[in-house]
C-alpha cells in the first residue's frame, strides 16, 4: 500500500510514500495529509458473518491493507491485540439509542486506540538498534497528551516530549502527563494550547533541529486514523447479532473519528448514515448547509476536545465521497450544539436512564435525536468519547451528583508531578539539542 498528499491528488496514480514513512513523517512534505491511493472492500463473507469474528481477528483484517506487508503479520496481530487490550461496550441508554463506550483505555478517552496503535508501530519501525531515536513531539489542550504518553510508555528507541499550557489543563489530565517518568519528558509551557502549537510547528520547520528526528502523534498521522475504524466494526456486529444496521453519531472536532467510521463503510461495513455533531465550533455544519467550507478561530466551549475551528480531517471525508456533494449529502449529516443544549441533554439522559454522558457524548447523543426525528424506525448509536470523571466539573456540576473516580485515576492522583517549565521558543530548542546529544 502507497500513500499519497492530500494537497496534490494529481499524485494518486503515482503514490510513493510507504506506511512506514506515511507514520515516521506525519504530515507529507508537502504539508499535505496522506491519503490511501486504494481502498480494497473486505471479503463479502467476512462481512456477511461478521458475528462469528473476534474483536483482535476483525481489526486486524480491517488494517492489514493499510499496512501493506510492511509489518509481518504476526507481528500486526500482536500490535492489534495489545492496542485493543480494554472493552468497547455498547450500553443501551434508550430503545433504539446505544452509546458506544470508548473509554475504557488507560487514559480513559477515546484517543488511546490511535495512540497505542501508532507508539507499537513505530516501535516495530524503530526496534533495530542501529536506528537513531525518533522523538515524536506533541502539543496537548488535554487529553491527546495523556493518550500519546501512556501509549508509547517504555516503546523502545522513542522518546515523547509533551508540551501543555501551564494552569490550562485540569488537574487530572496534567498528572497523566507528568507522572510517567520513563521516556515521556513533559514541558510545562509559560502560556496557552496556541503557544504550544506554535511552537510544535516552528521545530518542525528548523532546519537546526533536523537531527532530533521529530515526528508528530497528532490525529493526522495515518496511523492514528485508521485504527479508530476497529470500534465501528464492533459496535456493528453487536447490532448485527439483533439484525440492526447501526446509525453512527459522532462527536467531532477535527474530524478524524467520523472519517475513520467513513472509511469502514468503504470496506464494506453496513453503516445506514453518520451524523458529525459539533458544539458551536461550526465550520462543517455551515459547510453542509451553504456548500461553503469557511474555517475560522475556535471558540471555547464545554466540549472542549471539539474546538476547532478548522477541521483538519475534513478534506480526508470529501475525498472519501469522491469530492462529491451530493453523495457526501445521501450519507453524511452535520449539526451544531450550544453548551446550553448538551447541558439540558446530559440532564435528560441522566433522569430518563440514570446514564452519565460527558459533555462530548452528549452532543453527539444530540445529533443522534436530531437525526431520528427526520428518520424513525432507526437504530442509533453515539459514541462516548471519554469517561464523564474527565470533565468532572462540568458533569457534576450539571447533574448534581458525584461520580465514582475509577481506578485508572484513583492511581495517578497521588503521584509526584515532574516537568520542565520553558517559556519560549529558543528554551525549547535547547532541550531538544541538549537531549539529542
Ligand atoms: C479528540 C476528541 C474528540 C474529537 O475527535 P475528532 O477525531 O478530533 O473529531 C471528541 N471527544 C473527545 C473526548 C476527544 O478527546
Given at each position: 500500500m502507497k500513500y499519497y498528499s492530500l494537497n496534490n491528488p494529481e499524485s494518486k496514480d503515482a503514490a510513493n510514500t510507504s506506511f512506514r514513512e506515511a507514520v515516521i513523517n506525519g504530515l507529507a512534505p508537502d504539508r499535505g495529509l496522506y491519503f490511501p491511493e486504494k481502498i480494497t472492500p473486505l471479503d463479502k463473507d467476512f462481512i456477511e458473518h461478521l458475528e462469528l469474528y473476534e474483536n483482535d481477528e476483525i481489526a486486524f483484517r480491517v488494517i492489514q491493507q493499510f499496512v501493506g506487508g510492511e509489518i509481518p503479520d504476526d507481528e500486526l496481530r500482536k500490535i492489534v491485540s495489545e492496542t485493543l487490550s480494554f472493552d468497547f461496550p455498547l450500553n443501551k441508554v434508550e430503545e433504539d439509542v446505544y452509546a458506544l463506550e470508548l473509554y475504557h483505555g488507560p487514559t480513559m478517552a477515546f484517543k488511546d486506540v490511535g495512540a497505542r496503535f501508532m507508539a507499537r508501530c513505530l516501535g516495530y519501525f524503530n526496534k533495530d538498534k542501529d536506528q537513531e531515536t525518533v522523538r515524536v513531539l506533541v502539543a496537548t489542550s488535554g487529553d491527546t497528551g495523556g493518550a500519546v504518553a501512556s501509549g508509547f510508555l517504555?516503546?523502545?528507541?522513542v522518546e515523547v516530549i509533551i508540551l501543555y499550557p501551564s494552569g490550562k489543563v485540569s488537574d487530572i489530565q496534567e498528572k497523566q502527563l507528568t507522572t510517567l517518568g520513563q521516556n515521556i519528558t513533559a514541558l510545562e509551557v509559560d502560556g496557552v494550547f496556541d503557544d504550544c502549537q506554535d511552537m510544535v510547528k516552528t521545530a518542525f520547520l528548523d532546519p537546526e533541529l533536523n537531527a532530533c528526528n521529530l515526528t508528530s502523534a497528532n490525529s493526522i498521522n495515518v496511523a492514528r486514523w485508521l485504527p479508530q475504524m476497529f470500534y465501528f466494526f464492533i459496535a456493528a456486529r453487536e447490532l448485527k447479532k439483533q439484525g440492526k444496521e447501526p446509525v453512527f453519531a459522532v462527536p467531532s472536532g477535527n474530524f478524524g473519528n467520523i472519517c475513520a467510521g467513513i472509511m469502514a463503510y468503504r470496506l464494506g461495513?453496513?453503516?445506514k448514515h453518520f451524523v458529525a455533531a459539533t458544539n458551536i465550533n461550526r465550520t462543517v455544519p455551515d459547510f453542509m448547509n451553504s456548500g461553503k467550507y469557511e474555517p475560522r478561530p475556535s471558540k471555547a466551549t464545554i466540549s472542549n476536545a471539539m474546538d476547532v475551528g478548522n477541521p483538519s480531517n475534513f478534506i480526508r471525508i470529501q475525498t472519501l465521497f469522491e469530492n462529491d456533494f451530493d453523495l457526501l449529502k445521501a450519507m453524511f449529516t452535520s449539526e451544531s450544539y450550544t453548551d446550553e443544549e448538551t447541558r439540558t441533554a446530559m440532564k435528560a439522559i441522566y433522569d430518563r436512564s440514570e446514564y452519565i454522558a460527558d459533555p462530548h457524548g452528549a452532543v453527539g447523543y444530540l445529533g443522534l435525536k436530531d437525526y431520528q426525528k427526520n428518520v424513525p424506525g432507526t437504530t442509533g448509536v453515539f459514541l462516548e468519547t471519554a469517561h464523564p470523571v474527565k470533565f468532572l466539573d462540568t458533569v457534576e456540576e450539571t447533574l448534581n451528583t458525584k461520580i465514582t473516580i475509577p481506578e485508572q485515576i484513583v492511581s495517578i492522583i497521588d503521584k509526584q508531578k515532574k516537568s520542565v517549565l520553558i517559556s519560549n521558543y529558543d528554551q525549547l530548542k535547547t532541550f531538544l539539542l541538549k537531549d539529542s546529544h
Open positions: 517504555g516503546v523502545e528507541g461495513l453496513p453503516i
